[in-house]
C-alpha cells in the first residue's frame, strides 16, 4: 500500500523524564543525516525500527537535536537581497 505524502509523518516524541527523543520519519533527507550522526557517535544515536513503507525510528539523546526557530525577515533585508540580486543580474549580462 502506497502512503501519501500527507501520512508520511515525522514524528518527534520524548517526556519529561527520558534523555533521549524518539524520531519517526519517512523524510529521507531526514533519514539520511540522522543515519550519517548514528554512524559517528553510536553512543549517542541509533536505528531502533524501519518499516517496509519506508519509515525509520531513531533513538537519540536529548542535547543532541535541536530546533532552530526563524522570525521572518523584516520587509527592508527582503528588498536589500532583492536589489542586490538585481545588481548581479545586470553587472553578469553587462559581462557578458
Avoid at 518527534?12 to 550522526?37: A, C, M, P
Avoid at 523584516?74 to 538585481?86: F, H, N, S, V, Y
Wanted: proline share 3%.
Amino acid at each position: 500500500m502506497k502512503l501519501s505524502k500527507y501520512e508520511k509523518e515525522t514524528i518527534i516524541l520524548t517526556n519529561e523524564e527520558d534523555h533521549y527523543y524518539s524520531v519517526y520519519t519517512f523524510n529521507q533527507g531526514l533519514q539520511k543525516r540522522l543515519k550519517n550522526f548514528a554512524e559517528r557517535y553510536p553512543e549517542c544515536c541509533y536505528l531502533s525500527n524501519s518499516t517496509k513503507e519506508g519509515s525509520e525510528t531513531y533513538i537519540i539523546q536529548k542535547g543532541r537535536l535541536s530546533l532552530n526557530l526563524r522570525p521572518p525577515y523584516a520587509k527592508e533585508r527582503i528588498q536589500k537581497a532583492l536589489e542586490t540580486i538585481q545588481i548581479a543580474r545586470e553587472e553578469k549580462s553587462a559581462s557578458s
